[in-house]
């Protein structure tokens, strides 16, 4: 078999793995579930990075395990690629009534409160009905503060915001000095909680701050590792003075 662009060629592909190679044949979709959010955040390091030859291939990916998820359910009679295409088309119409139909929209923050209103009607509970138990924190704080925000439950500004931070700053202080270590991880819950919907409001999103903040700190120690081995020294030996002097050095490069 060659390789091909067309979708149904690879759909054909998986089936082959999935029938042949005893590795393919044996995967569940339990077993496989955590390689799908690795390829996702190898996607998202690929955005991230502005590299758009490793995105296409990390997009491929995560094809593979859409169109894999697939055969095995297939094989279950509970569904197949035609149905999940089906599914997301029938509910990207449906919850675009402003393209396909005749409703009328201002802005993207009409759609946005449309697409809540419509996700209602589908039968789900909450606004919050669908944002993962399983995402990372600072993302699913996020989005449920969107989510929110998308129905009117929002702060006018984020100088409001900023106001509720520095009470949860205080709430934390106390915690810290006169509670127990419970309530200190509650207060400091909702410190991040509160620092998420400022940064939120302010068009910063958190997990990717983070994210450049983790990829700073991974720079500057290094940078600080490599600088003692080039002097014959470790991390292990050298003290905190020199490794602060180190860190500055980095800090002062601005290279991440």
């Not at 078999?1 to 005893?22: G, N, T």
């Not at 606004?127 to 993962?132: E, M, S, Y």
């Not at 439950?153 to 900023?162: I, R, T, V």
């Not at 980095?250 to 290279?255: E, F, M, P, R, V």
């Amino acid at each position: 078999m060659k390789p091909s662009d067309k979708f149904e060629d690879f759909v054909k592909l998986v089936a082959i793995l999935r029938k042949e190679c005893p590795w393919d044949r044996k995967q569940t979709h339990h077993s496989v579930k955590d390689n799908l959010i690795e390829e996702a955040y190898e996607a998202v390091e690929a955005i991230d990075e502005e590299n758009f030859d490793e995105l296409s291939k990390e997009l491929g990916d995560l094809l593979l395990h859409v169109v894999f998820h697939s055969k095995m359910a297939s094989e279950k009679n509970h569904f197949t690629i035609n149905d999940v295409i089906l599914k997301i088309s029938e509910k990207l119409i449906r919850r675009h009534p402003h393209v396909f139909g005749t409703k009328e929209v201002k802005n993207e923050v009409e759609v946005a409160s449309n697409w809540e209103s419509i996700k209602l009607t589908e039968g789900k509970e909450s606004i919050l009905d669908g944002v993962p138990k399983h995402l990372p924190g600072l993302i699913r704080a996020h989005r449920m503060q969107e989510k929110a925000a998308n129905v009117g439950f929002d702060w006018a500004e984020w100088q409001l915001a900023w106001e509720k931070l520095n009470e949860e700053i205080d709430e934390w202080r106390e915690a810290v000095l006169h509670q127990s270590d419970v309530e200190k991880r509650e207060e400091f819950g909702d410190l991040m909680f509160s620092l998420v919907n400022v940064g939120r409001l302010m068009k910063i999103d958190a997990e990717d701050a983070i994210r450049q903040a983790n990829k700073k700190f991974d720079y500057r120690f290094r940078y600080i590792e490599n600088k003692l081995a080039e002097r014959g020294s470790s991390i292990v030996e050298a003290d905190l003075e020199e490794m602060d002097d180190l860190w500055n050095e980095a800090k002062s490069l601005g290279t991440v």
